[in-house]
């Protein structure tokens, strides 16, 4: 299991304060909306300028009309990033379209599909998709590996279902982690590292509990410890 620190801080700066302080521990760093609308393709090399070795994890979770989002990978493949996701409800012939896009280039970063957010609560998602998280997740988990995608964004507690009905290869990516039981905030569907751990999950997401720590190097340093 690997550790993927989210960059939500207000500021570049902070961002870049928290990087330094944790650039010497093998994490994934996760670029997510408002970090890259204020900062863009900079903020990208100001990353690789602390460490090169800084796996980056795209969050924009794609999500348009087939060709649209095709055309958006092919922008992300030049940003060199590692790994981008799209939503899963875009459907299948767009996230196939993305794939046969990315296809071309003789390497390409990992993408995941964003299956149910973790800040639904069980009602909230019924109003939106009128299923349950458990079997809406899977089916979205189903579709994405049919498109070819490597993997998929869900909760912890999606992710040994969505193991058993792909493959241990196909990866799953939960956020909503709160390593040691800290407060949920707005996410719905929390769990700890042993809970993730046990559920065979690929990518941990920390974000609040990182860098709204007065010690982010020793939760990482923690984090990496228990995973
Ligand atoms: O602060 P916290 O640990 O809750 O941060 C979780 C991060 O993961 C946020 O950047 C959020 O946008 C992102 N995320 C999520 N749920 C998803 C996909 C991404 O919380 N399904």
């Known amino acids: 299991m690997e550790l993927c620190v989210a960059l939500d801080l207000p500021t570049k700066e902070?961002?870049?304060?928290?990087?330094?302080?944790?650039?010497?521990?093998?994490?994934?760093?996760?670029?997510?909306?408002?970090?890259?609308?204020?900062?863009?393709?900079?903020?990208?090399?100001?990353?690789?300028?602390?460490?090169?070795?800084?796996?980056?994890?795209?969050?924009?979770?794609?999500?348009?009309?087939?060709?649209?989002?095709?055309?958006?990978?092919e922008s992300i493949m030049g940003l060199g990033v590692d790994m981008f996701n799209v939503h899963a409800s875009a459907g299948k012939r767009a996230m196939k379209e993305v794939m046969r896009r990315l296809d071309t280039f003789d390497k390409r970063p990992i993408v995941l599909a964003v299956t149910a957010l973790t800040s639904f609560s069980e009602e909230e998602f019924q109003d939106v998709y009128e299923k349950d998280i458990a079997l809406k997740a899977d089916k979205f988990a189903k579709d994405a590996m049919e498109s070819g995608l490597d993997g998929v964004v869900c909760s912890a507690y999606e992710s040994a279902s969505i193991k058993n009905i792909s493959s241990q290869k196909f990866m799953t990516l939960t956020p909503g982690i709160r390593p040691f039981g800290e407060d949920a905030g707005d996410q719905k569907r929390v769990a700890d590292i042993a809970f993730a751990?046990?559920?065979?999950?690929?990518?941990?997401?920390?974000?609040?509990?990182?860098?709204?720590?007065?010690?982010?190097?020793?939760?990482?340093?923690?984090?990496?410890?228990?995973?």
Do not use: H
């Not at 521990?25 to 890259?36: C, I, S």
């Not at 920390?206 to 410890?225: D, H």
């Open 14 to 73: 902070e961002n870049l304060n928290l990087i330094k302080k944790i650039q010497n521990y093998n994490v994934w760093l996760k670029v997510g909306l408002r970090t890259y609308i204020r900062d863009g393709e900079d903020f990208l090399l100001a990353i690789k300028k602390i460490n090169p070795d800084f796996k980056i994890f795209l969050d924009l979770k794609l999500y348009d009309i087939p060709n649209t989002m095709a055309d958006a990978a």
């Open 197 to 227: 751990k046990n559920a065979y999950v690929d990518f941990i997401v920390v974000g609040r509990p990182i860098y709204k720590s007065e010690n982010p190097e020793e939760v990482v340093k923690k984090i990496l410890e228990r995973i």
